[in-house]
């Protein structure tokens, strides 16, 4: 088995759940307030797009969600730490979106998503 990567201390499950809750939550909000109404078919349909569409621009434009950031975490490069570009961004957003690239982890502690993308959630504070 390898050894864990020192530069990135592995995040817990529980910060980055919470900061996908903070902004699914945020996501549901923006979709119930403004294009359907609770308990509308195609809510779940608008609030994924609108998850997908916020992940991209944060991830792209700050290296951080508003759930990133209200838990204290932020999306680097894994090979040398800076933003990720906006490619970077793309894939992970797009991956994200398949739960099961979210739940399975490597020994860093990274999902496919973060391994596919070449990024890593590192903690801020």
Do not use: C
Not at 5 to 13: I, T
Not at 27 to 38: D, M, Q, R
Not at 64 to 90: C, E, N, Y
Not at 98 to 113: E, K, L, P, Y
């Amino acid at each position: 088995m390898m050894e864990p990567d020192p530069r990135y201390p592995r995040v817990g499950q529980g910060r980055r759940m919470l900061g996908l809750l903070i902004d699914w939550g945020m996501s549901y909000a923006i979709a119930v307030g403004f294009f359907s109404e609770i308990g509308d078919f195609s809510t779940g349909t608008v609030i994924l797009a609108i998850y997908f569409t916020q992940y991209l621009l944060f991830a792209s434009l700050g290296g951080a969600t508003p759930g990133h950031r209200i838990v204290g975490l932020k999306i680097v490069r894994f090979s040398d730490g800076q933003m990720p570009t906006p490619l970077q961004a793309l894939i992970r957003s797009v991956l994200l979106v398949v739960i099961v690239t979210a739940i399975t982890f490597d020994q860093d502690g990274r999902g496919v998503n973060e391994r596919l993308s070449d990024t890593v959630l590192v903690r801020t504070r």
